[in-house]
């Protein structure tokens, strides 16, 4: 995000997919105080990370409801 985040701006968002989602994170990261600094990590997929494991049961839950 740290990176791909301006130059999405840069381009209007050109080709991005999800671009509401982004464009409301980027809402949400205005609205922050400096003093709450938002950090992102990348994590790989697929490789026991228990967060990460939880994002995709629960990505697969919400697809199997709608």
């Known amino acids: 995000m740290t990176g791909w985040l ?5 381009n209007g968002f ?5 671009v ?3 464009k ?3 809402v949400l990261l205005r609205r ?7 950090v992102f990590k990348y994590v790989a997929g697929h490789t026991g990370e228990i967060g990460n494991e939880a994002a995709d049961v629960s990505q697969l ?3 199997h409801r709608s």
């Open 6 to 10: 301006p130059k999405w701006m840069n």
């Open 14 to 18: 050109k080709d991005v997919k999800n």
């Open 20 to 22: 509401d989602m982004i």
């Open 24 to 26: 409301h994170l980027l």
């Open 32 to 38: 922050r105080s400096a003093s709450n600094k938002v």
């Open 61 to 63: 839950n919400s697809v």
